[in-house]
Nanobody, 123 residues
Framework: QVQLVESGGGLVQAGSSLRLSCAASGRTFSSYAMAWFRQAPGRERDFVAG????????DYADSVKGRFTISRDNAKNTVYLQMNSLKPEDTAVYYC????????????????WGQGTQVTVSS
């Protein structure tokens, strides 16, 4: 029902910035809570940031708070993740996720996922 496509990943040096985008299909984007998760090889898929349907509430993992900002543009059916002051430990595949339920930090509560975009931060 919902198709998600991430873009904006790349290879950058520590301390630099990237902005990830997640474009969603359909005309009911504003009904979904959105989130970003990330997964490194051999590790679990972890919550990064989430945003409520009307963008009135945002949540961040402690490891990225103060450095990353999640936002959404419902007119463009797009959610963004602005990543500043990147660190090598931010290296992972970043996934966009959507859910009709309330915002959550648990990956299993999200019904729709993108294919992911690679972010690599060198030291």
């Amino acid at each position: 029902q919902v198709q998600l496509v991430e873009s904006g990943g790349g290879l950058v040096q520590a301390g630099s910035s990237l902005r990830l985008s997640c474009a969603a299909s359909g005309r009911t984007f504003s009904s979904y809570a959105m989130a970003w998760f990330r997964q490194a090889p051999g590790r679990e898929r972890d919550f990064v940031a989430g945003i409520s349907r009307g963008a009135m509430r945002t949540d961040y993992a402690d490891s990225v708070k103060g450095r990353f900002t999640i936002s959404r543009d419902n007119a463009k059916n797009t959610v963004y993740l602005q990543m500043n002051s990147l660190k090598p430990e931010d290296t992972a595949v970043y996934y966009c996720a959507a859910d009709l339920g309330p915002s959550s930090v648990v990956a299993g509560t999200y019904d729709y996922w993108g294919q992911g975009t690679q972010v690599t931060v060198s030291s």
